[in-house]
Structures are given as structure tokens and as C-alpha cells.
């Protein structure tokens, strides 16, 4: 019995550990554009996407599930589409594991981002327009170094939620070992199932990646920013 | 030749400029909240044209919008043969296109960079699509650098340079772009007396080695009669005078 409980919390640590790093990385990306989208271009629909990335930060995260299960489960908007043309769903896959933590890590890594990108002295980025350099480049080469501080304590933030999801991810990619339960998902299961060492060692852990962040964005953030 | 008019209305609200023309008395400064206009025109030829006024004239915005960094409400730029701005036609140039070399009053260096990667971070690629080397920048960046007498400073950041020295850093920075015209904004008013007189002859020295026209903004008497071929004196938004700094000067003693 223990043995088989401890194969459980090193399969749920290897899980989560992998969804978290690749759902980070998504965020990365994803949010550094919307964040960039958001501080520096003017369209139609910038109130709109700003609302629709942050909307997962305040809602209930089962009504982000539920939303997502609406858009990408077996009969949903999006899901329908590519069930009818692969008989493949997303729902109960690694994969959406890995969408629930995404959505719900984005809004806390394009509010960094973006207030970070903000901070930064337009003069920089005149001066390099009048050097020749497109407003990508600079944004790259100028803005984004001297927003680096707030861009990664937005980064960190958002492996910590993405390490804590459980809502959504229950919704979404439910509740199995080995393929979807993650360490949240486990304690859940650990405490349900009495199992108290579990649940402890499993609590511990997230405890202790969770104040490592904290310490760390603080770090980031406390400091002076460059370029403000 | 630089050709320009322009004409702007500078207001408190950027975001609503006030509809009615409002009366413009002796205070036009910009936190009074009275909008006034700015209507000038001018030429700048080779040399170093100096914009000469108080604060609040209108002479740095004539220089952004030179550069584009501020877009007029009517009128037109242009140098030499490129149009840079034209109401009429809808003309208007993006700052990338329009090759100006920019110093500002407070250098406006790349905090994150050290004085050579500054400057050759202003290097333009080369006609080939390949553009230029890392190393033949490189080479560019202790040239220019060495040009303004300061290549020993190439591998210190921003923070760890002296006023003097920055303006140095800014100006191989905007001369690295190749540019058409350099524009400056008051580069020495937030440099000491004694690097202030010794800059004047370097930014002097460098427009007569470089022979690209300057357009140099400042408010300073000594710095017209110094370094000025020609000057255009603004008041409240309007040429007052135009001509040679001697000119100017026997008439402001009279």
C-alpha cells in the first residue's frame, strides 16, 4: 500500500513538474505578445482581449474549466471541429492538463509583463527609431532587456500558478493517475483517501516551490527597475 | 537644405485640444493650460543651424517634428530632395525612414549597453542584405568613438560615464546612423560650464570634419555666438529673426 503511494506522489511531482514547464513556457510566449499587444499598438478589441486574458484571474476556476470544456470538449465549439476531422479530443489528455494550467498562469504573466514593458522610458524607444530600428527590433533589443526584471518575476508567478492549478485542470483534464493528476490532484485524492503522509509530503513540496516564488519575485521586483 | 513649416497647436490636453482659438497672451507656458500655436518656417543649410529662444517657444518641437517624433498639424518638411512631411499630399514619413541623427538633452543612452555597443547599435545595416559584420560595427563604433575622444570609455556602461562624456557617447551614437541631419536638443544644458566650452568646439570640429548640417537647439547666447553659422530666433511660437549670430546679437545690444 505505501509503495504504491509513493509511486503516486513521484508520478503526480513528474507530471505536474512537466505540465508546469511546458505551460510556462507557452505563457512565456503568449503573454510577452499580448503584454506587447496590450502596452504599445492601439486596435480594435485591445479592451476586449485584455478582459477575455484576464477574465480566468477572477472567475471561479471550474467556471474557466467548464468554459473550456464548452470551447475545446468532444461536442464543443472548437473540439467539434477537430473531433469530426481527427476522432481525436483533448479533454482527458495530458495535453489539457497543460491548456487548464496555460489559461489560467496567462493573466498573471501579461499583467507583469506589461506593466514592466510600461515602466520603461519612451525615450529609449524614440531613440531607437530615429537609429533606423523598427519597432520590433527595438522592442526586442531595447524595451523587453530593460522591462527583463518585471517580464521574469511575471514568469515566475506564473509557474507558481500553473504548479497549484486544480480547478480548471479537474474540469478539463480530470482526475487521473499517472496521466492527468497532478500534485493538487493528488493531495485531493491523498486526503480523500486518508492518506495523511501523502497529502503532507505532496503539501510540503508546493508549499515550498510557492514561497521560493514569492522570494524570488520580491527579489525581482523590489529593486529599482532599469530604464524607469 | 533642411525646408520646414510647421504648424501646431500645443495645448494642455494632448487628447483634446481646445476648438476655439484662445487669446494668446504674454504667458504661453504649457502648465498655464493656454493652447498656442506654433507656425514657423525656416531653412536650415549646410553648417550649423541654430534654434535660438526661451522655453516654451516651440523650438524643440519644431526639432521632433523635424525628426517625426511629433506630427504637425499642417505644414511641410522636407531635405533636400526627400519629403519627410506634407499635409497637403498626406506625406509622412516614419522617424526610421527619415535617417536624423538625434541627441538629446539628457543623452537618452541605452542603460543596458555599454558607450561602444550604444553606438554601434546605431549602425544601419549595409546596402546587402547581409549587412554588416559584428566586428566591421565594431570597428565603426572605436572609430566613431575615437572621433569624439573617448574611445577608452567603449567598454563602460551609461551609469559609470560623466555627462561630458555621454553627450560624446550620444553624438557618435547618432552619427553612427548615417544620418542626413543631425538634430540636437539642448546637448549641453545639463553638462558643467567648463565640459559645456570644451564640447561646443568638438560638436563644432565634428560638423566641419562630417559636413552633415546641424540643427541645434538651445537657449544659451554664448552657444549661438560659438558655434551658430545661422540662427533663427523663435518667440511664442514665431520667427522673430533669422540670420548670421553677428547680426542677431548687434541687434539684441542695440
Known amino acids: ?228 | 537644405m533642411l525646408q520646414a513649416y510647421i504648424r501646431k497647436r500645443i495645448g494642455t490636453s494632448r487628447k483634446q485640444p481646445s476648438p476655439e482659438p484662445q487669446a494668446r497672451g504674454g504667458n504661453n507656458e504649457r502648465e498655464s493650460g493656454q493652447a498656442f500655436r506654433l507656425d514657423v518656417e525656416f531653412t536650415a543649410p549646410s553648417g550649423v543651424t541654430i534654434l535660438f529662444g526661451p522655453s516654451g517657444s516651440g523650438k524643440t518641437t519644431c526639432l521632433r517634428a523635424v525628426a517625426g517624433i511629433v506630427t504637425p498639424d499642417e505644414g511641410r518638411i522636407s531635405l533636400d530632395e526627400r519629403l519627410y512631411f506634407d499635409s497637403a499630399s498626406g506625406v509622412n514619413l516614419p522617424i526610421q525612414q527619415r535617417r536624423v541623427g538625434f541627441v538629446f538633452q539628457d543623452y537618452v543612452l541605452f542603460p543596458h549597453l555599454t558607450a561602444e555597443q550604444n553606438v554601434a547599435y546605431g549602425i544601419r545595416a549595409g546596402e546587402n542584405s547581409e549587412g554588416q559584420s559584428k566586428a566591421a560595427k565594431r570597428e565603426r563604433a572605436r572609430e566613431l568613438l575615437s572621433l569624439l575622444g573617448i574611445e577608452y570609455a567603449a567598454r563602460q556602461y551609461p551609469r559609470e560615464l560623466s555627462g561630458g562624456e555621454s553627450q560624446r557617447v550620444a553624438l557618435a551614437r547618432a552619427l553612427a546612423s548615417d544620418p542626413a541631419i543631425v538634430l540636437l536638443d539642448e546637448p549641453l544644458s545639463a553638462v558643467d560650464a567648463k565640459t559645456r566650452a570644451r564640447l561646443l568646439v568638438e560638436i563644432r570640429a565634428t560638423q566641419r570634419r562630417t559636413g552633415i548640417p546641424f540643427l541645434y537647439v538651445t537657449h544659451n547666447v554664448a552657444e549661438v555666438v560659438e558655434i551658430g553659422d545661422q540662427v533663427i530666433v523663435l518667440n511664442e511660437g514665431r520667427v522673430i529673426e533669422q540670420g548670421s549670430p553677428r547680426e542677431i546679437t548687434l541687434v539684441r545690444e542695440e
Open chain 1, 1 to 228: 500500500m505505501r509503495a504504491f503511494g509513493d509511486s503516486m506522489i513521484w508520478s503526480a511531482f513528474k507530471l505536474s513538474l512537466l505540465v508546469t514547464l511546458v505551460a510556462t513556457c507557452v505563457v512565456v510566449l503568449l503573454g510577452t505578445s499580448f503584454a506587447f499587444l496590450l502596452a504599445k499598438r492601439k486596435f480594435r478589441g485591445r479592451e476586449l482581449l485584455d478582459a477575455v486574458v484576464t477574465l480566468p484571474l477572477v472567475l471561479p476556476p471550474t467556471v474557466t474549466g467548464y468554459y473550456l470544456i464548452v470551447l475545446l470538449g468532444r461536442r464543443g465549439v472548437i473540439g467539434s471541429f477537430i473531433y469530426e476531422r481527427t476522432g481525436w479530443t483533448v479533454t482527458f489528455t495530458w495535453w489539457a492538463a497543460v491548456i487548464a494550467a496555460t489559461v489560467m498562469a496567462l493573466p498573471l504573466m501579461v499583467k507583469s509583463a506589461r506593466a514592466a514593458i510600461e515602466s520603461v522610458n519612451p525615450q529609449y524607444e524614440v531613440a531607437s527609431y530615429t537609429l533606423g530600428k523598427s519597432e520590433l527590433e527595438t522592442f526586442f533589443r531595447i524595451t523587453l532587456p530593460l522591462a527583463s526584471r518585471g517580464v521574469f518575476a511575471g514568469v515566475v508567478l506564473s509557474f507558481a500558478r500553473a504548479l497549484g492549478e486544480f480547478g480548471a485542470t479537474l474540469m478539463l483534464a480530470g482526475n487521473i493517475p499517472g496521466k492527468t493528476q497532478t500534485m493538487p490532484l493528488a493531495i485531493y485524492e491523498a486526503v480523500v483517501a486518508g492518506e495523511g503522509r501523502q497529502a503532507q509530503i505532496l503539501a510540503l513540496v508546493l508549499t515550498a516551490v510557492s514561497v521560493t516564488a514569492i522570494y524570488l519575485t520580491n527579489k525581482l521586483t523590489g529593486g529599482r527597475t532599469q530604464g524607469m
